[in-house]
């Protein structure tokens, strides 16, 4: 980085500029919305928006809302859904050594999720015919009365 200044006074122009390093870190809060109601241990990557150099480490910050926060030093954030609403984990990175006390705080709000939530569904094939399951019976906050899916082998299946 190259710093220059000058003045229409100075009589000596060949002080006025320096090159060295510098480390810019900016922290740019997070959102990690939709997230299931009351899970616990969900985790969000914080990192990916934030402009930091190489081997810049992360820490948890003062003031996290959520239950159970922690932040990995690559910016991992884990911590427990509410059962409804939202809650926050606090966040600080800092640069890495010799500039480690170069750092920018940010924080990550978690919003309980308040549209589908969906998990995933299997089911054992019939041999003779379609087989027939509910997609949404496994879902949390979904009508047990649910959407069907048929689904039918595509090649006879071998006998076991």
Do not use: E, K
């Not at 919305?33 to 616990?40: D, E, F, K, L």
């Amino acid at each position: 980085m190259t710093a220059t200044t000058g003045a229409s006074n100075d009589n000596n122009p060949a002080n006025n500029s320096d090159t060295g390093a510098a480390s810019i870190i900016d922290a740019v809060d997070d959102t990690a919305v939709n997230q299931p109601a009351g899970a616990t241990a969900a985790t969000h990557d914080v990192s990916g928006n934030d402009q930091v150099p190489a081997g810049s480490v992360f820490a948890l910050g003062a003031g996290s809302t959520c239950a159970n926060p922690a932040l990995g030093p690559t910016g991992l954030a884990t911590f427990d859904v509410p059962a409804s609403g939202s809650c926050t984990v606090a966040y600080q990175v800092c640069a890495p050594a010799p500039n480690q006390a170069v750092c920018d705080i940010a924080v990550l709000t978690v919003s309980a999720g308040t549209g589908p939530q969906a998990r995933d569904d299997s089911a054992a094939l019939a041999a003779s015919g379609p087989t027939t399951l509910s997609v949404l019976a496994n879902d949390p906050g979904q009508a047990q009365a649910a959407p069907a899916a048929s689904c039918w082998p595509t090649r006879p299946l071998a006998p076991r």
